[in-house]
Structures are given as C-alpha cells and as structure tokens.
C-alpha cells in the first residue's frame, strides 16, 4: 500500500472517529436533557397523593410535537397513540408535553366520559390562537354558569330533527342546484372546495339570512374568503406579526365583525328588503331572544356566537360529506345498498309530495348508519381540549393544575378493543349497537356537545339523498395520499368529477 494511501485511510478513520464521538455526546446530550425534562414534570407533583400518568415529556420546549407531527405527516397518524399503548400498556392515560403545554393524553372510552362530563373541575383548554379568534362571548371563552344560559337560549332552533325541519327544503334547494352545476363543469374541480361553498350558503342563509338575490349589501365570496383566513389561524402559533396565519386570522376576524355588525343594524332598522324580514333567520332569533328575566344578548354575544357556529359546523357538513362519498364509492355494495333506501323513500312517496319531509329523513336508517362510521373513520376532530383548574383524580392518576387534557378520539375511534377491525369502513357494525358513553365522540359530549351537530348531520343526509338517487363522483387521482392536520383531507381536496347516474 502506497503511503498516501495510508495517509488518506488514517485521516478517513480520524474524521469517521470525530463524527462518531460527535454524535455520540449528541446523542447522550439530548437524551440527558430529555431526561431531566421528563423529571422536573415528575417532581413538580411529586407531593401529591397520585402520580402522574405513564409517558414521557419529551424534549425541552419542544415537548413531542415532533413525534407527534411526524406521525400526523405520515400515511399513519395513529401510530402516535400506538406507540404510547405499545411502551406504558393500555392504561387510557398517558402524560405528555404538546402544543406549548404539560399535557394529559385520555383515550379510553371511560376515561373521556369522566373528563368530558366534568365542568366543575375542568374547563376548555384550546390553544391560544383558538380562544383568540373565536371571541370573549363564544361558547369556548365563557364561565360554564353563562355557557349554560346561553346554550338553553340559542340553541333550541338547531338542535334535534323537529327543529330543524324547516330547514329541509332550503338545504334541499342549495343540494340539488349544487349538483346540478357540478355535474355540468367541463374539467375536474377540487370537490372538498365546492362541498366547502355549499356548506357555507347553507350557513349563511339559515344563519344570516342571506341569499343570491335577497342581500345586495354583503359580498358573499368575500365572506368565504375572511373564513378561510380565520380558520387556517384557528391552529396557527399565536404570533401576531406581519406574515403569520394568525396576524391574518385576526385582521379577517376584524373584517367579520364589522361585517356582522352592519347586518345586525340594518335588521333592526328595516333596511332590508321585505323578503329578508319575512325569513326567520338564527340571527333573527338571537337578536329577540330573552332569559328569565327579559335580558337580552349583547351584540357581542351575537357575533362570536355566529362565528363559532361557522367554524364548528362549516367544516364537520364539507368533510362529512366529502368523506362519505369517497367510502361509499370505494366500496360499491355499499352504495347499492344506500341508494336502494333512497329509491325506496321516492317510491312510497305520495303523489303530492314535490321534495323531501323530516318523516322521510328518519326513515334513512342505513344512511345513518354509514354517517356513523364516516364520523368514526374520519374523526374529523382528532381531539378535544380542556384544561385542569385544580389538581384532578382520575383513575388513581393524578392531572395536575393547570395542565391540558386531551381527549383523544382518533385514539377511541380507532382502538380495535372498542371497535373490531377499526380500519375497515363497516356500517353494518352499528346494527342494533349503541355505543357506550365515551366510545363516539364526533361531536364531543357532556354540556359542551357540539350545538351544531344535529343540523351538520342534516345537511350530509339530505345531500347524500339526492347524489346517491342521481350522481356519482369519478376521482381523478384516487390513490392519492391522506393530509391529516388540520383536518383528513386527501392532498388533491379530491380532484374529481360528478357525473350523472345513467
């Protein structure tokens, strides 16, 4: 061997020997960190009666909001709750460090129903973005006492099927013209975009009243456009400087209220045409609604209570549906089945009937069902918040003061002790079942249970009704990979085409 050759390995095994080293103390620096990261979470409770939950605190200040993006990024978002089950056992409680906070992970189905019904030691725990884009008189920024009263006032006209019935033929409008015009688009469209728009003209026709032809004063797309920008800051950092989401979140959320604000004068003064004062909009009702003892709400409590209902059930109707199209057009005896319930409700119709009766929709008991598993195979939501406001028993562990709790329903949804098979899209398996408190958690539960739910539901059953009776979607990119944050979405948002059924 020639001696520059010596040379030349002598100073390869040298560099090799100093990168080694280098990744060596890398690697026992970052885990001795971890480590005392993970201890001084454990001795901040240490004089408490229960310990912590299994699980581990991750890095300093970053906690596992890598671990857990990692997984959220990948095809498998669920193998970050896997991977706590598979190292601590199915304890249900496991204590971790995400989204800037010391964090509680619930995902057994008792385990949520405890903190989900318990309002007098826990309250919501969004993040900050959240509580400052959905306003001080929301349903989120509010004590549970004033939460109370203002659910029992507003929320009567949008909860339950009886309620809701004079809303059918206005969604069964929007639904079919909807597809009308999208079976006639030339080229493909992104679907889960035009599900977006139909939800909201449903939105705003039966909570604003508005409509094409019967507001000349707002620009609906300009509406669309400022909720878009509000809910992209909904799960941004809280920076509030030029560039971030929520700098723009919160100048949208700005544009907004003062748009709502000159809706609620002008309905007080009239200025609208007479059609608009005839429609018994939700705005209408809050603005006259009256407690016990005759007060009414603040404009302020008007606003932010329309622009959670947005937030809340804007996305639940345009994935719901989105979501139940693609299972059901995956699995074809599945979409028989569907359709022939809907023939069947045309066919014993009676003759003088011209469109669809709330008689007729509690009739669609499989529709239901495969609504159902869409909801439990989605998990639209992949978790709740709330957050400890003193040290909590659960379960022999202890939630300390002020930590976050994260109900985690993928993690329920998906354990296959709770539901066998999880991954399969399965209707059948909520025959003669009722799942036990806990276990089904689309829309939350315990008092502060999604308002908007019941009408959510309602816009996906009565559009499915008539795309099942007439259409069907042809993806153009089937295959293509699932985006999970947000919200499940396929990354093209579903570039397709509806067709009409021949």
């Not at 959220?72 to 190292?87: A, V, W």
């Not at 032809?213 to 950092?237: I, P």
């Not at 603005?287 to 996305?315: P, S, T, W």
Request: hydrophobic residues 40%; proline residues 5%.
């Amino acid at each position: 061997m020639k001696q520059e050759d010596c040379i030349y390995l002598n100073i390869r095994m040298v560099l090799l020997t100093v990168v080694a080293a280098l990744l060596g103390g890398y690697a026992f620096v970052f885990g001795f960190l971890r480590k005392i990261n993970n201890w001084y979470y454990v001795w901040s409770v240490a004089k408490t009666k229960y310990p912590l939950p299994p699980g581990d605190m991750g890095w300093p200040f970053l906690g596992n909001m890598p671990s857990f993006l990692t997984a959220f990024k990948s095809s498998d978002p669920d193998s970050f709750i896997h991977n706590l089950i598979s190292r601590y056992g199915r304890t249900g409680m496991y204590r971790t460090h995400l989204f800037g906070c010391p964090s509680i992970i619930v995902c057994s189905p008792e385990t949520c129903r405890k903190v989900l019904t318990d309002d007098d030691k826990l309250k919501l725990g969004y993040p900050a973005s959240t509580m400052a884009l959905v306003g001080k008189r929301s349903f989120h920024g509010i004590s549970n006492a004033e939460h109370k009263r203002l659910r029992r006032l507003t929320t009567a006209p949008i909860t339950g099927h009886e309620a809701l019935s004079m809303y059918v033929s206005l969604i069964e409008d929007i639904s079919v013209k909807t597809l009308h015009d999208l079976s006639n688009m030339d080229s493909p469209f992104e679907f889960l975009v035009e599900m977006r728009k139909f939800a909201f003209q449903v939105f705003t026709t039966i909570f604003l009243g508005f409509d094409d032809d019967a507001d000349d004063h707002v620009d609906l797309g300009m509406v669309e456009n400022l909720y878009t920008l509000l809910n992209l800051g909904m799960k941004s950092m809280a920076i509030n400087l030029p560039g971030f989401a929520f700098h723009r979140a919160l100048k949208a959320r700005k544009k907004l209220k003062r748009l709502l604000e000159g809706v609620l004068e002008r309905k007080r003064n009239n200025e609208t045409n007479k059609m608009m004062m005839m429609r018994r909009d939700l705005m209408k009702v809050l603005m006259e609604v009256k407690d016990e003892e005759g007060r009414q709400l603040e404009d302020e409590d008007i606003i932010d209570l329309l622009l959670i209902f947005l937030l809340a059930g804007h996305e639940s109707s345009a994935h719901g549906i989105l979501w139940t199209i693609i299972y059901l057009t995956q699995h074809p005896l599945l979409f028989l089945t569907a359709k022939r319930e809907q023939q069947d409700i045309i066919n014993t119709r009676p003759s003088t009937q011209t469109g669809l009766d709330i008689k007729e929709i509690k009739r669609m008991t499989y529709l239901s069902k495969v609504i159902d598993e869409m909801l439990r195979r989605t998990t639209i939501s992949f978790a709740n918040f709330r957050q400890a406001k003193v040290d909590v028993n659960i379960n022999g562990y202890t939630i300390p003061k002020e930590w976050k709790i994260l109900v985690w329903n993928r993690g329920v949804h998906m354990d296959p002790e709770t539901y066998l098979n999880p991954n399969e899209f399965d209707p059948s398996r909520w025959d003669n079942y009722t799942p036990r408190a806990g276990s089904f958690l689309p829309f939350g539960l315990g008092s502060r249970l999604c308002p908007g739910g019941d009408l959510a539901k309602l816009e996906i059953t009565i559009f499915l009704h008539h795309f099942l009776l007439n259409y069907k979607m042809e993806r153009v990119n089937p295959d293509c990979p699932v985006i999970y944050l947000p919200v499940p979405r396929p990354s093209d948002n579903c570039l397709a085409r509806i067709v009409k059924a021949t």
